[in-house]
């Protein structure tokens, strides 16, 4: 991760959902795309529940090209801090798009080729197939509506 835990802004607020999560912001980098130049943009976080990290984020995009691309959303989730390495921890994937109506979707994808899995962070990363229909998936998309509702930067 790009910046220390204690630089970063934690967000203390209760989601419309009641959610137990609590955000807590990182970086935030803009570049431009490799393959088309146009503007991108990422942000990163960290998400803590009962008072300690258990999933940091990033989210990367191409600014106005949503609908086309769509948004990349790596979750790393397992314990963190003293003692604990990249084999305590896993991957899991989304993408977030916008919809011709101007709807956004949200789909978990294999996180085995992003970035984040396989990694100094994460030592692999799950399947689609391990995720969706499973226990996790309720857990994953509890941990995303919070970053969706207590982040902001997105977009």
Known sequence: MESEHGAGMLVSMMSTSGSRFTIERLGENQGHCDCCGHESRSVAGLVHEQGGAWTA?????????????????????????EGTSAEDRYAVSLVHFQQEDGKPALMVIDARDRPAANSEVAANGLRRDEVIGTPLAQQIFAITDAIYEQDGRFF
């Open 57 to 81: 984020y990033w989210m990367h995009w191409t600014v106005n090209h949503l609908s086309d691309t769509g948004a990349n959303l790596d979750l790393v989730l397992g314990p963190w801090g």
